[in-house]
């Protein structure tokens, strides 16, 4: 498909006005100095649709809008650590759906990537806690420190 040069509604009108008058496609063509094929289209569209108006792009519509795309953004510049669910549910709340692979097509086109929460570090307060041998010491009790085992040195 090549690309086509648009007709101005002005030319469109004279056009159906023509062919209402009763000339032939030729004739229009000549006459205004377009390609036969353009003046059939033309009369064909307004003979289905009764219009001369352009169409619309064809496809599915974009569910959100680019200011709904400059906000995710910005909110996921300003937190790095929100995830695309997050996002989801901020939208649903004022009423709009989006689906989790919207917003990472979203962020994935703005050049942000890998919209997924922070894996917990391994290491957590009750993995910190360790015995604290001076203490014991203090307290009286006995360790047996390994290396001094064989020897039968005991520390109290």
């Known amino acids: 498909m090549g690309n086509t040069k648009e007709i101005s509604?002005?030319?469109?009108?004279?056009?159906v006005d023509l062919h209402k008058s009763g000339s032939s496609l030729g004739?229009?063509?000549?006459?205004?100095?377009?390609?036969?094929?353009?003046?059939?289209?033309?009369v064909s569209k307004y003979k289905h649709h009764g219009t001369t108006q352009?169409?619309?792009?064809?496809?599915?519509r974009h569910v959100l809008s680019p200011r709904d795309d400059r906000t995710l953004v910005q909110k996921v510049q300003i937190n790095p650590r929100i995830t695309?669910?997050?996002?989801?549910k901020m939208k649903?709340?004022?009423?709009t759906k989006v689906s989790i692979s919207t917003v990472k097509r979203v962020l994935y086109q703005h050049n942000l990537k890998g919209r997924?929460?922070?894996?917990?570090?391994l290491l957590q307060n009750r993995h910190q806690k360790k015995t604290d041998y001076s203490l014991q010491l203090h307290m009286g009790t006995?360790?047996?420190?390994?290396?001094?085992?064989?020897?039968g040195l005991m520390k109290q």
């Open 9 to 15: 509604q002005d030319l469109r009108k004279k056009i």
């Open 142 to 151: 006995k360790i047996i420190l390994f290396g001094e085992m064989s020897s």
């Open 116 to 121: 997924s929460a922070r894996k917990k570090p």
């Open 92 to 95: 649903e709340e004022t009423g």
């Open 84 to 88: 695309a669910k997050d996002f989801v």
């Open 54 to 60: 352009p169409s619309y792009l064809s496809g599915r």
């Open 27 to 42: 004739e229009i063509s000549k006459c205004l100095k377009v390609p036969r094929s353009f003046v059939q289209k033309i």
